[in-house]
């Protein structure tokens, strides 16, 4: 009889050590499958595949679920947190400032950082299930049109 108990065992333990790198790289590659795979060992020919296959798989999902909630614990980052944060970085590059000539000068021009509005806008549409990789538009005239951002069929 095995005495063993592994029910306690983390999802992320219970994976191949092939898979449980597959894992640590999908984070420290910003969550991009197919990176991740080609840095965990996978050909990188076949890295996308073998991305959808891992990212299909439900005790890897399980693992990196495992991952994710380790990382929010142990930073203490909840949702609210992170639209709050988001909230003020919209805010804050938002905010107009002045440009200055060479002597110091207001220029009566003004600019904004709009890259890092975009970005924390991004996360708040993420987050709120806003972002789509499909933008759907039919007119009047019976034209339809289907924009899909990621380059898949729809």
């Not at 050909?43 to 999902?61: C, D, G, H, I, Y």
């Not at 709050?84 to 970085?89: D, G, L, P, R």
């Not at 904004?112 to 990789?133: C, P, Q, T, W």
């Amino acid at each position: 009889m095995n005495t063993n108990n592994n029910n306690n065992e983390s999802a992320f333990m219970k994976l191949a050590p092939k898979r449980r790198n597959f894992v640590e790289c999908y984070f420290a590659c910003e969550m991009n499958a197919t990176q991740a795979a080609a840095k965990a060992g996978y050909s990188r020919r076949s890295a996308r595949t073998q991305a959808e296959f891992l990212m299909k798989n439900p005790a890897v999902r399980a693992a990196i679920e495992e991952k994710r909630q380790e990382f929010a614990r142990k930073n203490d980052v909840t949702p609210d947190w992170v639209v709050a944060n988001a909230k003020k970085v919209v805010i804050r590059c938002m905010q107009e400032e002045p440009v200055y000539d060479k002597n110091g000068n207001p220029t009566g021009e003004y600019r904004f950082d709009s890259a890092g509005a975009v970005s924390a806008l991004r996360i708040l549409a993420k987050f709120l299930g806003m972002e789509r990789s499909t933008i759907e538009h039919q007119s009047t005239g019976g034209l339809g049109i289907i924009l899909n951002l990621k380059g898949n069929q729809p």
